[in-house]
């Protein structure tokens, strides 16, 4: 048990140290390219903090406990939406563009009534509803990178100059860092919760998702820290898209899943988040950090509801 903690602990660190390389790098890459931070946090940053959420629902889905691949899917974008962006509103409030609230926001709340709809309705994800999930990728990604250039947003905050290979090699090291991180995060914190007993879908929700959140929440908290709303919330709301249309998606063309232990309060608690965050962006389009403490107490009352379903 005593080696499983210290995985824990090497793995918190090692993602912390890979988020701030990689906000810097993210940051510089799009004042280089003169592209908006929130393109490179829906693109480039969300596939990159995605990573562990990919590798582990694959493996989940090929091994057949569809449980642990959709429950991190889902318990992931819960941490996304409430506790990352929560905790991120309190450490700085953050500043939300328009286009945000009219596209990216939207988009996350059909991707996920969309993967409810489907799975709920017979409790299978086919190989139909995969390539339904992808054909959906295809046009959030081509609608992000429609209008990719920077028209004059103000979500940019004054970086350190950096060459575009500097940029782009702390982008690598910084995700390496985060993936390893996880990774080794998920693997001890996994081991200490099958030994006290908790079921696999109860894991996928809590566990491995908020071990597979930990780049998702380091980069966030780092970049609202700095001042860079777009690289924060772009990061939040392209990794839930991409966790459902691409990872789940690609898991279930390969691997279709029949899917037990999520339940329908589960995915009410997905889509009501992010619903939730839609109402707060609205707001004089800004999150404030009274609005990070509400969702982050109601993400602590979901998983207090949780954990008292298995005592």
Request: proline share 2%.
């Amino acid at each position: 048990m005593l080696l499983q903690i210290g995985m824990i602990v090497a793995g918190v660190v090692l993602v912390l140290w890979g988020a701030d390389r990689l906000t810097d790098g993210a940051v510089a890459l799009a004042e280089r390219m003169k592209i908006s931070q929130i393109v490179i946090g829906l693109t480039i940053v969300a596939v990159g903090t995605s990573a562990p959420e990919f590798c582990v629902s694959l493996v989940s889905a090929l091994k057949g406990t569809a449980d642990l691949a959709v429950g991190n899917v889902v318990g992931s974008n819960i941490f996304n939406a409430m506790l990352i962006t929560g905790v991120a509103a309190m450490v700085a409030p953050m500043t939300i563009l328009p286009s945000t609230v009219r596209k990216d926001i939207p988009i996350a709340v059909v991707a996920s009534l969309a993967l409810t709809i489907m799975v709920l309705t017979d409790g299978d994800l086919s190989r139909l509803d995969a390539a339904m999930l992808l054909v959906g990728f295809i046009g959030f990604m081509w609608l992000t990178l429609h209008g990719a250039k920077d028209k004059g947003s103000d979500d940019t905050a004054p970086s350190k100059t950096l060459s575009v290979g500097r940029a782009l090699l702390m982008l690598v090291v910084g995700l390496a860092c985060l993936v390893a991180g996880s990774n080794i995060f998920v693997d001890g914190a996994t081991e200490v919760a099958a030994r006290l007993g908790v079921s696999e879908a109860v894991i996928g929700l809590t566990v491995v998702a908020g071990g597979t959140s930990l780049p998702e929440l380091a980069t966030s908290v780092v970049a609202a820290r700095k001042g860079n709303s777009g690289i924060a919330i772009g990061n939040v709301l392209g990794s839930n898209v991409m966790n459902i249309l691409l990872i789940l998606g690609g898991a279930g063309l390969i691997c279709p899943m029949t899917v037990v232990g999520i339940t329908t309060v589960d995915f009410a608690v997905l889509t009501g988040s992010i619903l939730l965050l839609w109402l707060f962006a609205n707001t004089k389009l800004t999150l404030a950090r009274w609005e990070g403490v509400v969702l982050t107490v109601l993400f602590l009352a979901y998983m207090t509801w949780l954990v008292a379903q298995v005592v």
